[in-house]
């Protein structure tokens, strides 16, 4: 049985003062209105209205102030595992878990663009309300976040989130053969609110419900005899249902202005695969070892398109063979020397939030993508060094991508822009190659040392997209991938140290470093630069008293000892620039645990 409960107040400051909100000043006399100084909308039945600037601000900064904090925490999960031996040769596994989370989502995120979303919220007023707003009128809105974690926003952001699933596994050991029955099922209902620009006034929000569900079953057979040959073989059924809704509001929904219908989308993923590995040993220190997967996967999804009221049915199927290859060699001493080649997929689906109506080829325009494949090369060794004090390891690989899942911006000129504000495309193809390389040392016999680096070069071959009617052009063929740091260094220690007979002292320190990441390219080159996390050094350190049969531990712990300011994600958006999510400031704590 397992219990966790975890909540805390918020780490990221908000310095928004309340005193930043709309004025009448920010909607100056319009010559279109004959002069007046007022803003022209439309009525719930539709009839025109005129309201003056200052009833207009009013209504903006209704119901809005600003927390003084965020990224609170509130969670609490149980779980537990049932072992029945009905025989020696049968054994049944029954566990099952239940998560509650109910906190404010993590909205520690900052807006790096504040000015670039001013100039999308005057366009928006001047479009939609008759508004005669400029960038300089709206500059008083602006509070541009100058310290590490801290942030400036008025939105409230939460998620309401239940999380539970039950799963047995049934093994039949025969002679030379275990026979092996793995069933699962799991539901997840979710309710998210998030101001989308993180930004000091109210501009851009979305409500998201979500209610998932998913049946796993597996059946597999593997070899346990002795022998130069192993084998296992096997198949899967998945199916995942899905049902959602989103609620875009444009400044808090005023009812005359830009009040984005919801819309929603029901998904059915129905999956299975086939699978088989052989491994054969031709001396005792040569093994082969080769593999395949059949993969075949429906969604079968409608959509709502909330502009035409129409429900839009898109049917994906996919179908992939994915085989496998590894030769390994033993070394003297232990080690070994490995060849390895691979090859994997993740499956393409349909964009839960954007209607493939939108598009006229969805698969090749943003409201569905392919399945992303990658042939991944590798060379290895392992080894033990200095009679086995030292163990190295080292490796050189190569992967070559088609079809890579990317995101891709929505244009400034397409009508509903903020309702879709990002879509995913498929890149054309992309490919990686580095090598890493890691020691570990016994230095004595209760301290242990541990070095690691890695080098990665990743960069897209072709990944252009021109002529598409919602989501901007763009050409990043032979530019930098996301997600991927040039260089990562870690340094570490570990101490085991006996005292008496019933005690130990224990502790460990890493020192990590992570090259400057591209978390999003923005697609508006010139306008709008890249969402971009800096390089950063994380340093955690833990030190402890254990029991000596490891039953009690009772430890101090810091995690960013130096209060290093780092990221942990990144977006850009044509609707409200560019934005990043802080990571953890520097936490200490006292940690106690008991295992019985």
């Known amino acids: 049985m397992t219990f966790e409960r975890r909540s805390h107040d918020g780490y990221i400051d908000n310095i928004t003062p309340n005193a930043v909100a ?11 209105l004959g002069g007046a100084s007022g803003i022209l909308g439309f009525s719930a039945t539709g009839a025109p209205i005129l309201g003056t600037a200052a009833q207009f601000a009013a209504q903006l900064n209704a119901g809005l102030s600003a927390k003084d904090s965020y990224v609170t925490e509130d969670f609490t999960a149980i779980g537990g595992k049932l072992l029945f031996r009905p025989s020696d040769r049968f054994k049944i596994t029954i566990a099952g878990d239940y998560s509650e989370k109910n906190d404010d989502n993590g909205n520690g995120l900052y807006n790096l663009t504040p000015g670039y979303a001013i100039a999308v919220a005057s366009s928006l007023f001047n479009a939609n309300a008759g508004a005669n707003t400029t960038p300089a009128s709206l500059a008083g809105l602006i509070v541009q976040p100058t310290e590490k974690f801290t942030t400036a926003q008025r939105g409230e952001g939460y998620v309401k989130l239940k999380d539970y699933g039950v799963s047995g596994t049934a093994v039949l050991s025969l002679d030379n053969i275990d026979l092996t029955s793995i069933t699962a099922y799991r539901e997840n209902h979710s309710k998210f609110l998030t101001e989308l620009g993180f930004l000091p006034f109210n501009f851009l929000a979305a409500s998201v419900n ?3 569900s998913t049946f796993y079953q597996e059946l597999r057979a593997a070899s346990t005899g002795a022998g130069p040959l192993s084998w296992i073989v096997g198949g899967s059924y998945l199916q995942a249902k899905f049902d959602g809704g989103l609620a875009t509001t444009i400044f808090r929904g005023i009812p005359y202005l830009a009040n984005l219908p919801s819309g929603s989308g029901r998904y059915t993923v ?5 699978y088989a590995q052989l491994g054969y ?10 593999s395949g997967r059949y993969v075949n996967e429906k969604n079968d999804a409608i959509s709502f398109n909330p502009i035409a009221n129409t429900q839009d049915p898109f049917v994906l199927k996919q179908e992939k063979f994915l085989p496998s290859a590894t030769l390994k060699y033993s070394l003297e001493g232990g080690g070994n020397v490995y060849a390895r080649w691979a090859r994997g997929f993740k499956a393409g689906g349909i964009v839960p939030v954007v209607p493939t109506s939108f598009f006229p080829d969805p698969i090749n325009q943003g409201g569905a993508f392919r399945g992303e494949t990658v042939d991944s090369y590798e060379l290895g060794l392992r080894t033990p060094l200095f009679d086995r004090s030292v163990q190295l390891t080292a490796a050189l690989f190569y992967n ?6 990317v995101a891709a911006h929505v244009s400034p000129s397409f009508a509903f822009a903020p309702l879709v504000s990002i879509s995913v495309v498929n890149a054309g193809s992309a490919r990686t190659y580095g090598a890493e390389l890691g020691l570990t040392a016994r230095v004595a016999e209760p301290l242990t040392l541990t070095a690691s680096a890695g ?3 990743a960069k897209y071959r072709t990944f252009r997209l021109a002529g598409n009617p919602v989501l901007d052009p763009f050409d990043l063929s032979g530019t930098r991938m996301i997600n991927s740091p040039e260089w990562q260094f870690s340094f570490g220690a570990d101490l085991q140290q006996p005292v008496g007979d019933h005690w130990k002292i224990v502790g460990n320190a890493l020192a ?22 800096p390089s950063y050094w994380l340093v955690n350190a833990r030190l402890g008293l254990r029991t000596a049969d490891d039953a009690f531990e009772l430890a101090v712990y810091a995690k960013n000892l130096f209060n ?10 044509s609707s409200y620039g560019n934005i990043l999510a802080w990571g953890d400031p520097r936490i200490v704590g006292v940690e106690a645990t008991v295992k019985f």
Do not use: C, H
């Open 400 to 405: 070559d991508y088609r079809d890579v899942q």
């Open 270 to 274: 129905t999956n299975w695969s086939a």
């Open 455 to 457: 080098y990665l070069n």
């Open 22 to 32: 709309y004025t009448p000043a920010m909607f100056p006399a319009n010559p279109a």
């Open 210 to 212: 979500i209610d998932k």
């Open 512 to 533: 990590s470093y992570t090259d400057e990441i591209i978390w999003q390219q923005s697609g508006l080159p010139g306008v709008l630069p890249d969402s971009t996390g």
């Open 281 to 290: 040993d031709f001396t005792d220190k040569l093994n082969l070892t080769v």
């Open 564 to 573: 290093a300011g780092y990221t942990t994600f990144g977006n850009s958006s």
